[in-house]
T-cell receptor, first 111, second 116 residues
Framework: TQLLEQSPQFLSIQEGENLTVYCNSS?????LQWYRQEPGEGPVLLVT?????EVKKLKRLTFQFGDARKDSSLHITAAQPGDTGLYLC???????????FGGGTRLMVKP | NAGVTQTPKFQVLKTGQSMTLQCAQDMNHNSMYWYRQDPGMGLRLIYYSASEGTTDKGEVPNGYNVSRLNKREFSLRLESAAPSQTSVYFCASSEVLTGYSGNTIYFGEGSWLTVV
């Protein structure tokens, strides 16, 4: 069982649709990050959230950290083919602990 | 601006063979990491180096060794490769350890290793 569970594991949608992916845990995290990974490349950091209830926006992407700091969500509005990739959440439980990654959500946006 | 560079990109090994994955970063970062990525498992930490001269085990260190050669370079060695080590390996670096909020980790492009 992974510390961070992501759902869904796979998502295939049409261009223009909205979607939400989730990152859940039974543990509290001091901070949580979201990454996007494209085929043949390493993950690239999208955002870091540190405060319970925090909402951050990055163009069409909205990230939310749960009030209890145990979960997070990523919402994409009007998805585009360029959003295709593997989305990973990663969290730090306590300062000094290593970053722990979830299993990822593989998103495909069809034109 | 190269960032994190790792070699080789692809490698096929026979069971029992040894090999070393090389990694270098040009961002003057103190901390470096080796992860492996398997389908549905996300990234799992193999070893890390908080600073030059130090190395520590991560979540899945068995079957691997590391060397922090200098501040720039961090290598990963498989002494006797096994099929279970077939994976994609990522080297990464950050200014300080990732356990501190707001710290950004930068990844290399990955090394695809197949053990037959």
């Amino acid at each position: 069982t992974q510390l961070l569970e992501q759902s869904p594991q796979f998502l295939s949608i049409q261009e223009g649709e909205n979607l939400t992916v989730y990152c859940n845990s039974s543990s509290v995290f001091s901070s949580l990050q979201w990454y996007r990974q494209e085929p043949g490349e390493g993950p690239v950091l999208l955002v870091t959230v540190v405060t319970g209830g925090e909402v951050k926006k990055l163009k069409r992407l909205t990230f939310q950290f749960g009030d209890a700091r145990k979960d997070s969500s990523l919402h994409i509005t009007a998805a585009q083919p360029g959003d295709t990739g593997l989305y990973l959440c990663a969290g730090v439980k306590n300062a000094g602990n290593m970053l722990t990654f979830g299993g990822g959500t593989r998103l495909m946006v069809k034109p | 601006n190269a960032g994190v560079t790792q070699t080789p990109k692809f490698q096929v090994l026979k069971t029992g063979q040894s090999m070393t994955l090389q990694c270098a970063q040009d961002m003057n970062h103190n901390s470096m990491y080796w992860y492996r990525q398997d389908p549905g498992m996300g990234l799992r930490l193999i070893y890390y180096s908080a600073s030059e001269g130090t190395t520590d085990k991560g979540e899945v260190p068995n079957g691997y060794n590391v060397s922090r050669l200098n501040k720039r370079e961090f290598s990963l060695r498989l002494e006797s490769a096994a099929p279970s080590q077939t994976s994609v390996y990522f080297c990464a670096s950050s200014e300080v350890l990732t356990g501190y909020s707001g710290n950004t980790i930068y990844f290399g492009e990955g090394s695809w290793l197949t053990v037959v």
